[in-house]
């Protein structure tokens, strides 16, 4: 805060040297006529009179130097008093509201912002404790900066509520700062008073908005997870009977594909071969459906144990193989280290490769690849299902794991959307993930992180199970 300046009247004059200057003038001129009697009658001697010269021309020299330097004072006096009245204006001229206080909280003086803030005039202000323009909570707290002002050198601030003579109340910044003598006796306070209440109603407007705000988000969340608790029960429920169903259809169409019923003609052979694909498709939807249910409700149960990371790819290729020859799609599997060991449930790596593997296939059109990678870091082992596909646009690529979201296929083929959502909470509830890199050339690249069984890893290059991988 800057203090504001002392009033000229309360200003230290600037001593008068003119009559000290008039005695030493008189004096000087009874010994230059002492001087000339002496010069005349030479009665002392000449040893006495040359004294009395020097003594003279001695005097002659303070008086020009007392003369000098009485000039010097008035040139100060002059230039103080005018920067004291420069200084008085903007006291007088600031925006903002200064006050002056005794020690004991009475207005000393104040400036025109002061007065319009009080609604009083200035010279009602003076003699009035500044307490009195203060409501019941802020007196404390202004006798309160008063004390700490006293045993402090330092700027005390804090807000106060201001009534004015009208009875308007107004918020107020306020800030004191002690004002001491040379001896470091304190004799008066001085006060910057700063009027927030236009940013006190913002703020409390702005207060009311965000509860009001808050109560709504949390309405609305609240609704939100009653329907997604109903929607979670409904997928649960109905995917369940749907599954129950479709495993009646999935028995009786390989009874009567096996023959079982009696021999069956070429049309009704395709009718339920096409059946029983239907089926697959079908059950293939509803596991999704059961997987996410159980995801969302947090039942989902893992079996954490050591898995063979080849064994689990070569027995995933192995079921996607015929999808692969039939639409023409060179499957590749590249396994690296034929020992890498995950710590994971083998149930749900399959499940997941098989997701990758399948959307890579589905997604790939006819004389294209699909390529398997296995490597490892000290700590995780990744598996790399690339593909010759159109990719995923820029834009996409963030949706293709939310829920329900569906790319177009260049086969027409379609999907709940879940797959690569369940995938990769599966990936992450076993300590991994599952995610969508940049790879070298056209098409898509998910990597597949789990973490290894470092102490476990034992030697199973014997058992290479890189004959059973197929190449269609």
Same mark, same amino acid.
């Given at each position: 805060m800057s203090n504001p300046p002392h009033r000229v009247q309360r200003a230290t004059p600037v001593l008068n040297l003119a009559l000290p200057i008039a005695f030493w003038q008189d004096g000087i001129d009874r010994a230059r006529a002492r001087m000339m009697e002496l010069r005349s009658a030479r009665s002392d001697g000449p040893g006495a009179f040359d004294e009395l010269e020097l003594t003279f021309e001695e005097l002659s020299v303070a008086e020009e130097e007392l003369r000098t330097q009485n000039?010097?004072?008035?040139?100060?006096?002059?230039?103080?008093?005018?920067?004291?009245?420069?200084?008085?204006?903007?006291?007088?001229?600031?925006?903002?509201?200064?006050?002056?206080?005794?020690?004991?909280?009475?207005?000393?003086?104040?400036?025109?912002?002061?007065?319009?803030?009080?609604?009083?005039?200035?010279?009602?202000?003076?003699?009035?404790?500044?307490?009195?323009?203060?409501?019941?909570?802020?007196?404390?707290?202004?006798?309160?900066?008063?004390? !700490?002002? #006293?045993?402090? $050198?330092?700027?005390?601030?804090? /807000?106060?509520?201001? =009534?004015?003579?009208?009875?308007?109340?107004? @918020?107020?910044?306020?800030?004191?700062?002690?004002a001491r003598d040379y001896q470091g006796t304190l004799v008066e306070i001085r006060w910057l008073l700063v009027d927030r209440t236009k940013q006190a109603r913002g703020n409390r407007r702005r207060?009311?908005? !965000?509860? #009001?705000?808050? $109560?709504?988000?949390?309405?609305? /969340?609240?609704?939100? =997870?009653?329907?997604?608790?109903?929607?979670? @029960?409904?997928?649960?429920?109905?995917?369940?009977?749907?599954?129950?169903?479709?495993?009646a259809i999935g028995g009786y169409s390989e009874m009567l594909e096996m023959g079982l019923r009696g021999p069956l003609t070429a049309p009704q052979a395709t009718d339920i071969r096409r059946i029983h694909h239907a089926y697959e498709h079908l059950a293939h939807l509803v596991d999704d459906l059961l997987s996410y249910?159980?995801?969302?409700?947090?039942?989902?149960?893992?079996?954490?144990?050591?898995?063979?990371?080849?064994?689990?790819?070569?027995?995933?290729?192995?079921?996607?193989?015929?999808?692969?020859?039939?639409?023409?799609?060179?499957?590749?599997?590249?396994?690296?280290?034929?020992?890498?060991?995950?710590?994971?449930?083998?149930?749900?790596?399959?499940?997941i490769l098989l997701n990758l593997v399948g959307n890579a296939v589905k997604f790939t059109p006819a004389g294209g690849f699909v390529l398997l990678r296995c490597s490892a870091s000290d700590r995780d082992a990744f598996v790399e299902v690339s593909d010759s596909g159109a990719g995923i646009a820029e834009h996409e690529r963030d949706a293709v794991f939310e829920p329900f979201v569906r790319l177009p296929t260049p086969t027409g083929a379609g999907g709940t959307g879940l797959g690569l959502p369940i995938s990769r909470d599966l990936a992450r509830a076993m300590g991994g993930d599952v995610v969508l890199s940049d790879g070298a050339g056209p098409g898509s690249r998910f990597v597949l992180r789990l973490p290894r069984s470092i102490p476990l890893a034992r030697s199973t290059a014997s058992a290479d199970p890189r004959a059973a991988a197929r190449s269609p």
């Amino acid at each position: 805060m800057s203090n504001p300046p002392h009033r000229v009247q309360r200003a230290t004059p600037v001593l008068n040297l003119a009559l000290p200057i008039a005695f030493w003038q008189d004096g000087i001129d009874r010994a230059r006529a002492r001087m000339m009697e002496l010069r005349s009658a030479r009665s002392d001697g000449p040893g006495a009179f040359d004294e009395l010269e020097l003594t003279f021309e001695e005097l002659s020299v303070a008086e020009e130097e007392l003369r000098t330097q009485n000039e010097e004072l008035a040139r100060a006096q002059h230039v103080i008093a005018g920067e004291e009245e420069r200084y008085r204006q903007l006291f007088e001229r600031a925006p903002v509201a200064y006050l002056i206080t005794d020690t004991h909280g009475s207005i000393a003086d104040a400036n025109e912002a002061a007065s319009r803030m009080l609604r009083c005039r200035r010279e009602h202000l003076v003699g009035k404790p500044l307490v009195v323009f203060t409501q019941d909570v802020s007196r404390r707290r202004l006798r309160s900066m008063m004390r !700490t002002v #006293a045993a402090s $050198e330092c700027n005390i601030t804090t /807000t106060l509520n201001v =009534v004015s003579r009208r009875g308007v109340v107004r @918020r107020v910044e306020a800030t004191a700062a002690p004002a001491r003598d040379y001896q470091g006796t304190l004799v008066e306070i001085r006060w910057l008073l700063v009027d927030r209440t236009k940013q006190a109603r913002g703020n409390r407007r702005r207060r009311r908005q !965000t509860a #009001a705000l808050a $109560e709504l988000v949390e309405a609305r /969340t609240a609704e939100l =997870v009653r329907t997604q608790a109903i929607k979670d @029960r409904l997928v649960a429920t109905v995917s369940h009977e749907i599954r129950t169903a479709l495993a009646a259809i999935g028995g009786y169409s390989e009874m009567l594909e096996m023959g079982l019923r009696g021999p069956l003609t070429a049309p009704q052979a395709t009718d339920i071969r096409r059946i029983h694909h239907a089926y697959e498709h079908l059950a293939h939807l509803v596991d999704d459906l059961l997987s996410y249910s159980k995801l969302v409700a947090g039942q989902l149960q893992l079996d954490i144990t050591d898995v063979p990371l080849a064994g689990a790819i070569t027995a995933v290729t192995e079921l996607v193989a015929p999808q692969a020859s039939a639409s023409n799609i060179h499957l590749e599997f590249d396994a690296g280290d034929w020992s890498l060991i995950v710590r994971a449930d083998g149930d749900r790596v399959r499940q997941i490769l098989l997701n990758l593997v399948g959307n890579a296939v589905k997604f790939t059109p006819a004389g294209g690849f699909v390529l398997l990678r296995c490597s490892a870091s000290d700590r995780d082992a990744f598996v790399e299902v690339s593909d010759s596909g159109a990719g995923i646009a820029e834009h996409e690529r963030d949706a293709v794991f939310e829920p329900f979201v569906r790319l177009p296929t260049p086969t027409g083929a379609g999907g709940t959307g879940l797959g690569l959502p369940i995938s990769r909470d599966l990936a992450r509830a076993m300590g991994g993930d599952v995610v969508l890199s940049d790879g070298a050339g056209p098409g898509s690249r998910f990597v597949l992180r789990l973490p290894r069984s470092i102490p476990l890893a034992r030697s199973t290059a014997s058992a290479d199970p890189r004959a059973a991988a197929r190449s269609p």
